[in-house]
């Protein structure tokens, strides 16, 4: 893969899960930009590809249990680049999963306009620990599941169900003071409250204007400035 990007880029993904034995031999052709073909007689070929690399692990906790290299580290630690989680930019999980909507639409030869207000209100509240791999795994199940022309709630999978309700309960349990004989249910309205309470909160933080939440939660500003009055929100 080397000698094939020749003098452009290659993309290491993953780099974190990398064998310690290859992580060696990965050091050597970054260190000497030379590397020797397989069955070769010491016949070496230049190495001059720009080289990125990426990884979801913290390879400073790898390095320090001696998982990960520190002079591979160092190598390829030159400008690193922290790229924010989906739940950092929640304003991104819309228009994403918009795409991804497309994308698995067209391949199945689904009708599917997008999604109910229900559907988007609770893709923006998820936390996404797996990131825009798991927005694009959700999106696509729910994609095969969508017997209608809307994305309805029962086509997400089970699973981001039970773990959002189990977050949402929590979080209003935890709200009520946790007592005995509280409610333990969160409703869908009540989700749907939560998740435009979040964008209002989000866009006023930087001194947005309301048609950016709407966006954000990829309703009109009509319906946004309703739901706000029904929900007593500000």
Not at 84 to 103: G, H, K, V, Y
Not at 157 to 173: G, N, R, S
Request: aromatic share 6%; net charge positive.
């Amino acid at each position: 893969m080397f000698e094939a990007a020749g003098k452009g880029t290659l993309f290491l993904d993953e780099i974190g899960d990398l064998p310690l034995h290859l992580q060696g031999k990965l050091l050597r052709v970054l260190q000497e930009k030379e590397l020797q073909r397989l069955g070769s007689s010491g016949k070496t070929v230049p190495v001059e590809a720009r080289i990125i690399a990426a990884t979801h692990l913290d390879l400073q906790e790898r390095v320090a249990a001696g998982l990960f290299r520190l002079d591979l580290y160092y190598r390829l630690h030159v400008i690193p680049i922290r790229l924010p989680s989906l739940r950092e930019r929640r304003e991104d999980i819309l228009p994403l999963a918009n795409d991804f909507l497309a994308t698995y639409a067209k391949k199945l030869g689904k009708a599917i306009c997008g999604f109910s207000q229900d559907t988007r209100s609770l893709l923006f509240c998820h936390d996404w620990p797996g990131n825009v791999r798991e927005l694009a795994n959700v999106i696509g199940y729910a994609v095969n599941m969508e017997a209608t022309a809307w994305v309805q709630v029962g086509s997400l999978p089970a699973q981001m169900m039970q773990l959002q309700a189990a977050a949402a309960t929590e979080k209003a349990w935890t709200e009520n003071g946790g007592g005995a004989g509280q409610k333990q249910i969160v409703t869908l309205k009540e989700l749907e409250r939560s998740a435009i309470a979040r964008a209002m909160q989000e866009v006023r933080q930087r001194n947005g204007r309301k048609e950016e939440a709407a966006a954000l939660l990829g309703i009109s500003r009509a319906t946004l400035f309703r739901k706000v009055r029904e929900y007593g929100l500000s």
